[in-house]
């Protein structure tokens, strides 16, 4: 029998946190080569600015398109042609399309490797909270943020970890309204890398412009 | 030939369409929005309609257009809020419109089963979450999942690229989204095509949609 040993903690002290092109770096630097995947709306489709495409990292889009390309430039533009952010985008070659079950059953049928998703919360058990405030006066829009959430085989949350009251995202239970339970398996925020485990909770894989200690004293969860 | 028509004027492919129906109308923002069709049911004046799509409308035209005159009583969509859904958000807030918000692949599994002819499935989306509240919960081989029933039309209007005269649709890039599934799931589909082509012009290997779930073509330039 084998112990794996568990990767140590890498402080960077001596910095400021991560701007958003360095995460998206690190979630691109991240993803297995070969992997189908699906960035959310907002921040984390940054991550496809760093992905090499000899990774062979295909990305799908659950309006209903697999190997979708870069930003259309303004002469490019198709209106056909769009990503789930309706932005006009590109195809690459070797690209597909499809409609939205055959869409959807790639993500309710685990058939993507990875998602990376903006939240509002994360809970230290991997609950993830990203689609709605919960303010009376909001209205609820869901999109596909439910299915994918507990579709891909590895979901990771892309955030600022400090909210602007300075209150932690990553919490003991989340308070907003949940997308999915339990699903979230890693959080890169600007401040530190999180592994999330439904049963042994949270661990502090790298921090960036802050030390572990610092960390744990301005989060209400215990860190391993 | 063939039981679908290939119709002169949008007047005729929207014909028939009651109050109180429940419409899928295709489309993904404007893209396979059959907004010829949507404008010639206004027309129409059907009213009191349930609509399902995935979004509530955008900017003034479309759907926001079918909002805006008053005939929508109930949406079935996954992601009504928009930067430019202000039509919808205002009847929304003067209570004018009722909203149901569906996961979006619930949306799409839904009217697949109505196509499908499926009762009512188990699926793992929004277990725990307040979408699932009230609904059936069963644990499957360690793994927990919500009932959902099917979401059926009277009618749907979409969008393709081409049709045939036998009723074959092919789509266009990412506009084809939930065309195909909605065609399956009413009684009456009625799609708006950039061309109308003889039989055989599409490949049988291509079609997307076939003819059987094709009652009505409208070719717009």
């Known amino acids: 029998m084998t112990t794996t040993e568990r990767p140590q903690c890498v402080e960077h002290v001596d910095r400021e946190p991560r701007d958003r092109d ?23 489709t940054l991550v496809a600015d760093h992905l090499r495409p000899e990774s062979g990292v295909v990305l799908h889009t659950e309006n209903g398109m697999l190997g979708m390309g870069r930003a259309a430039s303004p002469a490019e533009v198709d209106p056909d042609l769009i990503n789930a952010g309706k932005v006009p985008v590109t195809e690459t070659l070797g ?22 998703l903006g939240a509002f919360q994360v809970s230290e058990r991997g609950d993830l909270a990203n ?45 907003y309204p949940l997308t999915g339970l339990r699903c979230v398996r890693r959080v890169y925020t600007d401040y530190a890398t999180f592994d999330v485990d439904p049963e042994s909770g949270v661990r502090v894989c790298e921090t960036f412009g802050i030390s572990v200690a610092e960390l744990a004293s301005r989060m209400s969860i215990e860190l391993r | 030939m063939t039981r679908t028509a290939i119709c002169d004027t949008a007047a005729e492919a929207v014909a028939g369409i009651p109050d109180g129906a429940t419409v899928l109308v295709g489309g993904f923002g404007m893209a396979g929005m059959p907004t010829t069709l949507i404008d010639a049911l206004i027309e129409q004046g ?33 992601f009504p809020r928009q930067s430019d859904s202000y039509v919808f ?23 697949r089963a109505a196509g499908a002819g499926i009762g009512a499935f188990f699926c793992p989306t929004g277990v725990g979450t307040p979408l699932a509240e009230g609904k059936e919960l069963r644990t499957i ?22 049709g045939d005269r036998a009723g074959n649709l092919v789509y266009r890039k990412t506009a084809r989204n ?37 009652d009505r073509i409208l070719e717009v330039s």
């Open chain 1, 22 to 44: 360095e995460l998206a770096a690190a979630i691109a630097h991240d993803i297995p080569a070969g992997s189908y995947v699906n960035l959310g709306i907002g921040q984390p």
């Open chain 1, 95 to 116: 690209a597909s399309y499809f409609h939205h079950a055959d869409s959807f059953a790639m993500m309710r049928g685990g058939h993507l490797d990875v998602c990376v």
């Open chain 1, 131 to 175: 689609w709605h405030t919960g303010a009376p006066d909001a209205i609820p829009a869901v999109g596909g943020a439910m299915d994918l959430a507990i579709g891909a085989k590895r979901v990771f949350v892309m955030m600022n970890l400090f909210a602007k009251d300075g209150a932690a995202k990553l919490v003991p239970e989340c308070t």
């Open chain 2, 46 to 78: 059907a009213t009191e309609l349930t609509i399902v799509s995935n979004n509530a409308g955008n900017g003034d035209t479309g759907l926001a257009a079918l909002l805006a005159v008053g005939r929508v009583r109930k949406v079935i969509c996954s």
């Open chain 2, 89 to 111: 958000d205002g009847l929304y807030r003067d209570g004018k419109v009722a909203l149901e918000v569906v996961p979006q692949g619930n949306l799409a599994e839904r009217m």
């Open chain 2, 141 to 162: 081989d360690g793994r927990d999942y919500v009932l959902e029933f099917p979401i059926r039309g009277d009618v749907a209007l979409i969008g393709a690229h081409i």
């Open chain 2, 178 to 214: 939930f065309g195909p599934v909605m065609a399956t799931a009413a009684a009456l589909t009625i799609a708006e095509v950039s061309r109308v082509v003889d039989p055989g012009e599409i490949d049988p290997e291509n079609v997307v949609t076939p003819g059987i779930f094709v």
